[in-house]
């Protein structure tokens, strides 16, 4: 028999190529000291491929100028490349562009929400309910807003296993106070993936709200915000290739209709008398002052950059990564790893401790083979409290991180172990 | 393997910290936090005749932080305790004789600032007089 292609008794299907991008990001060729630059820290912000720093460089030589005033024929095409980019960004996510507010990042998009809309609604005898799990930008806020109304804050368990309990969801939207249910997507420590559409369907039964902080999630697996069905949603450009500055909230429209405006000024207004002021139409009402322009083009860019690649794709690349790098990493002596055992069940993060040795010393001692990963509390200092640690070593991956990096990852951790033996 | 930073020396303390524990009786205390990384270190110090006569740490912390609190334990037990609350950044770094990097330089500051701290009752980061790197950023 005769085929062109695979059968069983071919042996063993050799793995489809890995995906490797490197060429595309023009830091990654940066060297050290002669050594490559090994960069595992995307949770905390990803690297730029040259697409992106490209619209950066066009938008400023080209088309710079203040949007939303000018009538001059530059003036339009900021605002074109702007607006456009609303729509493409929007559409990155299935959500609607009319709902869809640029704010600085997530912890502001946050923050919108919970002066807008928890300042307003939330009262004595209400409950917020986040978890464990977050990220302090979903926390300090709503310390701040429930302490400044009287309501709760109140908090799901995040288990051993690094996961949430549906069931103790249940409970707490049973005693019927909760107003509010704020949770992350995926966890920037633990990458555990949140079940969260069954978490909006669960809260909206009970008649709570729900808030979903995506800055993990969008950046590494396809995300479609209608689907999941939130009334808000937030995320940031610069964890999903784009710059810094320009983060990202949907919103439920009729929702955001209702609130006040959160910063008051320029450009968010319709008109301004001596003492009065009404406010644009959405989302232009929660933009005040001169937008991140550029940033908005180069965000466009990066999920121009995504979409062509398909997030499926960006997904499976860094499950497959994550899998290999809990593999390797679980095969050193006296290193300890967090968060959800399977990759199938967690972002392109894994945390980890080594025994003996301080996380600090772990990514100082790495950072000398210019191995980039981040030691710290990863601002969810409840979360470490609750794993009883202070802090916790953390190699994260972006689309461009191959199998290679998780193998400098290992060789260095080993040698750092050396220091300390 | 050598290595600027992380010394035989370093790592001994580090390993073996000199007066870490708690004393029965003391007259002063502090505890602070280092909100880069969540490390926290608190200080109990018995003082005679205006000196230091006997100083504990306790807390937990990175290779840096550990060691320094050991090294600097060494030379504070004694001190006039007027004198202990005026020690900068340069006189640490250069009791540790080794090059800390900017970021690092408040792990290595925690041991004064607990100090500080509870001489005083306030917890100001040391300043290097020399205005290389930013131990107060």
């Known amino acids: 028999m005769t085929s062109l292609t695979p059968t ?10 890995e995906l490797d991008l490197r060429a595309d990001f023009p830091i990654l060729a940066r060297e050290t000291a002669g050594r490559r630059l090994v960069y595992l820290d995307s949770s905390s912000t990803s690297q730029k491929p040259q697409s992106v720093l490209a619209a950066l460089d066009d938008f400023y030589r080209q088309h710079n100028a203040n949007i939303h005033r000018g009538v001059y024929p530059l003036a339009l095409e900021a605002d074109a490349l702007f607006e ?4 493409r960004i929007a559409a990155f996510v299935d959500a609607p562009v009319r709902s869809t507010v640029f704010t600085s990042n997530v912890t502001a998009a946050i923050n919108l929400v919970a002066y807008a809309w928890g300042r307003t609604n939330l009262r004595q005898g209400d409950a917020v309910l986040i978890s464990e799990m977050e990220h302090h930008s979903n926390i300090v806020p709503w310390q701040l807003a429930t302490q400044a109304t009287g309501a709760q804050l109140r908090y799901l368990d995040v288990s051993e296993a690094g996961t949430l309990s549906l069931d103790q969801l249940d409970e707490e939207l049973a005693r019927g106070d909760v107003r509010l249910v704020a949770l992350t ?10 079940p969260i559409a069954a978490i909006v369907q669960r809260a909206h039964a009970a008649g709570a709200l729900v808030l979903v902080d995506g800055a993990q999630a969008v950046p590494q697996m396809p995300v479609d915000v209608g689907a999941i069905g939130a009334d808000f949603y937030a995320w940031t450009g610069h964890k999903a290739l784009g710059p810094t500055g320009i983060g990202v909230l949907h919103g439920d429209a009729a929702l955001l209709e209702a609130m006040p ?11 301004v008398t001596r003492q009065r002021s009404t406010w644009k139409e959405l989302p232009w009402k929660f933009e005040a002052g001169t937008s991140m322009i ?10 121009d950059y995504l979409g062509a690649l398909g997030m499926e794709r960006v997904r499976e690349h860094e499950r497959s990564l994550v899998a290999y790098a809990l593999e390797q990493l679980g095969g050193i002596e006296g290193v300890g790893l967090f968060g959800p ?4 069940d967690r972002g392109g993060v894994v945390s980890f401790v080594v025994d003996g040795v301080h996380p600090h010393d772990v990514a100082e001692l790495l950072g000398r083979e210019n191995v980039c990963i981040r030691a710290s509390h990863h601002c969810a200092q409840p979360l470490m409290a ?13 689309p461009y991180n191959v199998r290679d990096d998780v193998d400098a990852l290992v060789g260095a951790i080993v040698k750092a172990q050396k220091v300390f033996a | 393997m050598a290595d600027d930073l992380y010394r035989d020396f370093i790592l001994d303390h580090y390993k073996r910290p000199r007066n870490f524990g708690e004393l029965e009786q003391h007259d002063l205390d502090a505890h602070e936090f280092n909100p880069l990384c969540g490390d926290e270190l608190g200080v109990q110090i018995r003082v005679d005749d205006g000196r230091i006569a006997e100083l504990r740490f306790n807390g937990h912390g990175c290779a840096i932080s550990q060691a320094s609190a050991s090294i600097a334990s060494e030379e504070l037990v004694g001190m006039p305790v007027e004198e202990a609350a005026t020690l900068d950044a340069d006189w640490l770094f250069e009791l540790l004789g080794i090059d800390i990097s900017a970021t690092r330089r408040k792990c290595a500051l925690l041991s004064l600032k607990v100090v500080r701290h509870a001489i005083t009752g306030e917890g100001s980061w040391p300043l290097a007089a020399t ?4 131990p107060d950023r």
């Open chain 1, 84 to 87: 456009g980019a609303r729509e």
């Open chain 1, 386 to 398: 609750k794993l009883g640690v202070a802090a916790t070593a953390r190699a994260s991956f972006g």
């Open chain 1, 341 to 344: 055992p399977r990759a199938e």
């Open chain 1, 294 to 303: 550029a940033e908005a083009v180069g965000l466009g860019a990066a999920v």
């Open chain 2, 131 to 134: 205005p290389d790197g930013h």
């Open chain 1, 8 to 17: 069983a008794t071919a042996g063993p299907v050799p793995p489809a190529a």
């Open chain 1, 185 to 194: 997507h995926v966890s920037n420590v633990l990458g555990t993936i949140n």
């Open chain 1, 261 to 271: 405006p959160f910063l008051a000024g320029g450009d968010m207004i319709e008109s």
